[in-house]
């Protein structure tokens, strides 16, 4: 049996666009901003926890006075990071609305269109983990370092 | 491999179950019959099935506890329990039904439906599925294998140290709780393991990755946070276990370990197992809603994100269980913005489950009423958990009676709920037969009544201040009405619960008989027999949308319908199809194994092993690995009908 051989049995493919857009394109745009927010989160808090509790005694003040401005850079990078997998998303979706029948409405209803309903999971995880990542590094604003 | 056998090309044959060729296949797949098939049988229905029956065991045995709890706590100054009872009860208790049950009743239902829904002949690696029951079912005993004796875990499901370590817990209780984990661990992980194979490997012809079932999409989600997570809890055990019996210093205070060492492992695990023990769940209703309303899901793309999302979001929230522990502000606002955020995902599923029953026509069958009845709890449960995501919030809350009552809303209200309508949605199915509908309504309104009554009030109970895990409390603090409420509540929910199991033994008999699809339900499950046969499909089915059984009505395209009746016969031993992992197309035949002894030798072994070291018996141990090597070459010796032989 050929790998990839559907036309034995009777139906089309489930991806007839999958060729305009690389598999590479599709996970950076499903990947980039969940990595992107989960390393803000890992980073920054294993930096802020350290930077203000390095031994046995919690300090009243940061060890290194920049960590404001850390976390704000790390913050940043990680937005710029889930904003470009949004973009490649967004691209891949373009390419590749035509896929099945039915406009987006009928993509976020039923699915239909597996190159498609990739680009568009990965429009939809970028713009929830870019928010995520503002969330988290909004923090830096209203919250206090170390007490 | 033989080339010849994985990559012939398949006869492609019209085929029903009472085809000639169904014959064939029936001899295919059945197995031995009697005791000796009973012990040997990989076919994922029975294993689905030993674990549903088993969880819901553990579900019972929890709930009895809970029973004698809530008599303890009914009235101030009880002491119908002596504290040490009392602890040993609540953390048996949290032990079954978080370890023992929830999960578990998951795992049943994933075990028995995916290949059905996937439309498939088995799992991936059907030994590997029996392996992961027996010891599920071995660490559930050895869990319980000293309450008898009055020194069962008595530290709470997570278990903080220093209370758990050797010098302020010096019996068996905590070595068995550590030992009993690291060894149910080994089944969470193995199962894990063959839900992802499968997923990725034996979808039928055309069933591509979106065209996937929610609960598929939840199952797998939470195996992924499973392989994860499940390690962290392990090696937290196991370095817990060392600490108590070798010696080492991991969460050693005095000797430069760190006991919040503990809570991160634990919590790292924690958080993430509450979204596998909830996001398959959230899939049965997001699968058997649809049906009852008469319209797919509102929503199928965002909602299948949301699943990923509410886990991925999972693995950065397990801080919100430490905000007491006095870590910098700073670090846990990443944790409070994530555990806030993850609302978001948890707000599609739920504005989809209510939009699909807004624009449908539901049918009010009992299935249907415990998945609006989730759909309620889950909004109460979320909104519980998510005040406590926030930092200032939590720490007057932490440790009282509002986190008993958010964390029970979520586990009754979003997964029980869910599971007892999945059973009343599968049960003809799985049986032939339906459930009784007029019984199950009662069983419906007096579990929904009774888990109210009893569980809302421990919010107020938990702002006025009653702590967790207090054996009695005396009467001038006023809490002892609001208590005796709970426990009226709590009992009359256990009598729904009873009313729920006289209805599935009582149908089990008498039930009507079901046919085909009852339900007149979309998915590929619904187009085999009720039972299903053992061989699951007289040809593998090809798939051409989502809702393979709705396409009529769905209007799509005559010349792009899904086939239940024409496809690949397979009937040369035990054999399904291999398909690409995101587009499933046809790829390799899979030559399946037949029943076999191993799995059940295996785990024996592997419980033996534990029960060695929980004794210090080195020659019990010795014995049991060199048993576990023989199994396990038995297992993986080459076989020619696997075409693992050259021909």
Redesign the interface.
Known sequence: ?A????S????????PH?HRVSLAALFFGLAAA?AA??A??LI???L??H???PRDV?LALPIWSGLWWI?LAIGAAGMALAIAGGLVSWRSWRLTFEEAPGSAHH????????TR??A??GV??SF??A??LL??T???FV????? | MSEVET????I?ARASDRSPSSQILKSNWEGAGGVAGWLSSVDHKEIGKRYLVTAFLFLIIGGLEAAVMRAQLAQPNEHLLTPEQYNQLFTMHGVTMIFLYALPVLSGFSNYLWPLLLGSRDMAFPRLNALSYWVFLFAGIFLYVSFPLGKAPDDGWFNYVPYASRAYNPGPNIDVYALGMVLLGISTTVGSINFIVTLLRMRA??M????VPILIWGTLTASVGNLFAVPAVSLAFFMLWMDRQFGTHFFDVSAGGQPLLWQHLFWMFGHPWVYAIVLPAMGIVSDGLPTFCRR?L?????V??AT??TM??G??VW?HHMFAT??????M??????S??IV??SSVAVFSWVATIWTGRPVFTSAFLFFVGFVILFVIGGVSGFMTAAVPVDLQLTHTYFVVAHLHYVIIGINVFPVVGGIFYWFPKITGRLMNEALGKWSFWVMFIGFNVGFFPMHILGIAGMPRRIYTYPEYLGWGPLNLIVTLGSYLFAIGVLLFFLNVFVSLKRGKRAGDNPWDAASLEWSTSSPPPVYNFAVIP??????PLWEGR?NQSD?????MQ???LLDKGRETMGT?S????????LKMPPDAYSPLVLALALAVLFIGALLHSWWLLGASLVVILLASTSWLWPQRSLSQIET
């Open positions: 049996m790998p990839e051989d559907l034995q049995v009777s139906i089309k493919h489930p991806a999958r969940p927010w989960n803000q989160l920054s808090a294993a802020s926890a930077a203000c509790y919690p976390l993509l976020l209803d039923l699915g239909e269109g597996r309903f990739l568009m999971f939809l995880a929830l983990f928010l995520a969330f988290a909004a923090a830096v919250v206090p370092l170390c007490r | 990559f012939r090309a398949p492609i012809p055309g591509s990755i979106n065209r797919p509102v929503g199928y793309t965002p299948a994100l990923v999302a991925a979001l693995f950065g801080v006095g870590l910098p502000v700073i670090a606002s990443y944790f409070s913005a994530a806030m955020i978001i995902p090809t798939v051409a949308s989502r809702y769905l010349d792009d319908r899904s086939s024409e496809g690949f690409t995101l587009d499933a197309e046809p790829d390799v035949i």
